[in-house]
Nanobody, 121 residues
Framework: QVQLVESGGGLVQAGGSLRLSCAAS????????MGWFRQAPGKEREFVAA????????YYGDSVKGRFTISRDNAKNTVYLQMDSLKPEDTAVYYC??????????????WGLGTRVTVSS
């Protein structure tokens, strides 16, 4: 199993940027697709972005397409979420997940504990 720890959340003004990181430990990081999800207060958890095990392909939810970029650095066992043009609607706790991306993203059982992002208006 892979253990995941998110970081980089915080308070940012609307229109600003934030870069989230998800550090992985344990064996087999390079074998996993990785995904980001978020959960806003009072709402269900929603899919944000995913990336294949080798970083060759990415997949985004409609609400963040064109604004967020997922990437990974397997040498550092880390996946990133670059968040640009942030909106108050992006306010949520963001979670990292280790799963499988093969045409679409299939979440796995490994989750981080989340990092909170607050976008002020």
């Amino acid at each position: 199993q892979v253990q995941l720890v998110e970081s980089g959340g915080g308070l940012v003004q609307a229109g600003g940027s934030l870069r989230l990181s998800c550090a992985a430990s344990g064996r087999g990081f390079n074998s996993y697709g990785m995904g980001w999800f978020r959960q806003a207060p009072g709402k269900e958890r929603e899919f944000v972005a995913a990336i294949t095990w080798n970083g060759a392909s990415t997949y985004y939810g409609d609400s963040v397409k064109g604004r967020f970029t997922i990437s990974r650095d397997n040498a550092k066992n880390t996946v990133y979420l670059q968040m640009d043009s942030l909106k108050p609607e992006d306010t949520a706790v963001y979670y990292c997940n280790a799963g499988l991306y093969s045409g679409t993203y299939y979440p796995g059982a490994s989750w981080g504990l989340g990092t909170r992002v607050t976008v002020s208006s």
